[in-house]
Nanobody, 125 residues
């Protein structure tokens, strides 16, 4: 069974930092594009950042310059380093992988087919 598990969420003050991690079981993240999404109750899920199997990342405009996505192939994880956090970053963050494209060269947010259950990030005083 293919599963993803997120970790690293929590409560942080505005301007602070958090690092989210995504780990897989049943498959290896190395070969697939992995994305982070976030969702606030009552709003649509938003694609935040994505990294290809080759390590190329892209970002939503709302987080560009503040968030960094990376792979740790030794640990078999994908991380999202979030700096300069704002209250509007508060959301449940999900990681997802596109296992339909082995060594895919592109990120396709709509193609993500394996999802984690999410981790809550709260940015507040």
């Amino acid at each position: 069974q293919l599963q993803l598990v997120e970790s690293g969420g929590g409560l942080v003050q505005p301007g602070g930092s958090l690092r989210l991690s995504c780990a897989a079981s049943g498959f290896t993240l190395d070969y697939y594009a992995v994305a982070w999404f976030r969702q606030v109750p009552g709003k649509e899920r938003e694609g935040v950042s994505c990294i290809t199997s080759g390590g190329n990342g892209n970002y939503a405009d709302s987080v560009k310059g503040r968030f960094t996505i990376s792979r740790d192939n030794a640990k078999k994880t994908v991380s999202l380093q979030m700096n300069s956090l704002k209250p509007e970053d508060t959301a449940v963050y999900y990681c997802a992988a596109d296992t339909t494209a082995w060594r895919g060269r592109y990120c396709n947010y709509s193609g993500m087919n394996v999802w984690g259950k999410g981790t809550l990030v709260t940015v507040s005083l």
